[in-house]
């Protein structure tokens, strides 16, 4: 079963989220339903960037790997070269 790794944007701040999923729709809603602690106050949320990876495990850690750039440029970057 595929995993996702997603990127969502704040569109009250632009601030962004990082966060890997069976089913991005159903996650998108629960962050914007108010149902993640993190994503709660930034709200509504909106998908900017997203990658399949054929298991939890890759996309557990492509996930790690953006995260550890610690660039906001580095995830820009990503969101330009995005087909959404």
């Known amino acids: ?21 069976e089913n991005v729709e159903a996650r998108i809603t629960r962050h914007n339903q108010g149902r993640s602690s993190y994503t709660r106050t930034k709200r509504p949320w909106q998908l900017v960037y997203s990658e399949e990876h054929p298991d939890r495990s ?20 990503l969101v330009r070269t995005s087909r959404l």
Do not use: F, H, W
């Open 1 to 21: 079963m595929p995993y996702y790794v997603y990127i969502l944007q704040s569109t009250a701040d632009g601030t962004y989220y990082i966060g890997s999923t």
């Open 58 to 77: 890759s996309a557990v850690r492509r996930e790690n790997e953006i995260k550890s750039k610690k660039k906001v440029s580095y995830i820009e970057q």
